[in-house]
C-alpha cells in the first residue's frame, strides 16, 4: 500500500491554449491578497471519497464554501461537481505536504472556519507480519500529518476568535481491534490529541470535535487489503457520518459517535476493563 500521490500543485498552469500566463487578474487572485467571501469555509481533508467526499457535499448543502483536498484531482472534482468548491491536490504524506495544503487554503480562502481532517489509512493483519514501512506509513497520515495540519491551520483561527476543528477518529481507537494494532493506536492518539488541544483552547472561540465512527461502507477496506468480514457492526453509510460531522459543527458537540450506540463498548472498556476484555476475547 503506497501513500505518496499527485503532488501539491495549487496553482494554476499557463494556458495551454497559448504556451503563456493566464491574462491579467484581479489583485486578490493574483496572491496579493485574499478573495473575500461572505459565506463560511470549510477545508476538508480526505474529499476525494468515502467520508470526505460526503463531508463536502453536505457542507456544500449547507451553502458553505469548499476546499477540498485529496491526492485524486479526477475524484476531486467528482466531489466538486456542481459546487464552487476550490480543489487543492496534496499529499499529506509528504514532509511539507500540510503546510503546503494550509498556506494554499488560506491563500485561496482568507480564512479557515472549520477544518475536518478525514485523510486517513488503514492496514490489517496480525502486527508481527506489519512491514517497518507500513507502521510508517498508517501512524503519519494518520495521526501526524492530522496533527501538522492542525497547528499550521490553528493560528488563524484563534487569531480570528473563532473555529473549529474536526478530527475523524474511530472506534477501533477506542477500544482497539485485533489485527489493526498501528491503526488503533494512531486513532488513540488523535482522541487524546483532541481532548488534550480543546482544554488548551479554552476562552479562545476555537473548539474541537472527535468524530468517532463504526465501520463504514467505503473502499477504506479494500484499500487496506481486507475486506470487512465481521457480522457486527453493520457497517454504516458515508452520508450518516458527513450528517453527524455537519450537526456536530452546527451544534458546537465535542464528540460523536456513529452510530450513537457505539459509545457502549468504550464506555465498559473504562469501567470494567476485565469484562470488556472477556466479551472481546468470546464476540471479537
Not at 498556506?103 to 477544518?115: F, M, S, T
Request: charge should be positive.
Amino acid at each position: 500500500m503506497t501513500t505518496t500521490g499527485s503532488g501539491s500543485t495549487y496553482d494554476p498552469p499557463a494556458d495551454p491554449a497559448h504556451g503563456a500566463a493566464p491574462a491579467p487578474t484581479p489583485a486578490a487572485a493574483r496572491g496579493h491578497g485574499p478573495p473575500r467571501t461572505d459565506r463560511r469555509v470549510v477545508l476538508v481533508t480526505g474529499a476525494s471519497s468515502g467520508i470526505g467526499a460526503a463531508t463536502a457535499r453536505r457542507f456544500a448543502a449547507g451553502g458553505w464554501h469548499l476546499l477540498l483536498s485529496g491526492r485524486d484531482r479526477r475524484r476531486l472534482e467528482e466531489t466538486a461537481s456542481g459546487t464552487s468548491a476550490v480543489l487543492l491536490p496534496a499529499d499529506l504524506a509528504a514532509p511539507e505536504g500540510a503546510k503546503m495544503l494550509a498556506e494554499a487554503a488560506l491563500r485561496k480562502a482568507g480564512r479557515i472556519d472549520v477544518l475536518v481532517a478525514g485523510a486517513g489509512i488503514g492496514w490489517a493483519g496480525p502486527f508481527l507480519g506489519m512491514p517497518h514501512t507500513d507502521i510508517d506509513r498508517v501512524l503519519f497520515l494518520d495521526l501526524n500529518a492530522a496533527l501538522h495540519l492542525v497547528r499550521e491551520v490553528l493560528p488563524s483561527m484563534v487569531a480570528a476568535g473563532r473555529g473549529r476543528v474536526v478530527l475523524v477518529g474511530s472506534v477501533a481507537g477506542s477500544v482497539g481491534v485485533r489485527e489493526e494494532a498501528v491503526y488503533s493506536a494512531a486513532k488513540a492518539g488523535l482522541a487524546a490529541f483532541a481532548e488534550a488541544l480543546r482544554q488548551e483552547l479554552r476562552g479562545t472561540g476555537v473548539g474541537v470535535t472527535l468524530v468517532v465512527p463504526g465501520p463504514v461502507e467505503t473502499g477504506f477496506f479494500a484499500r487496506r487489503g481486507r475486506p470487512y468480514h465481521r457480522s457486527h457492526p453493520r457497517p454504516t453509510s458515508p452520508g450518516r457520518v458527513a450528517g453527524a460531522v455537519w450537526d456536530a459543527v452546527s451544534h458546537g458537540r465535542d464528540d460523536t459517535y456513529v452510530p450513537a450506540w457505539l459509545t457502549l463498548p468504550a464506555r465498559v472498556r473504562a469501567l470494567t476493563p476485565g469484562l470488556f476484555r472477556r466479551l472481546l476475547n468470546r464476540f471479537g
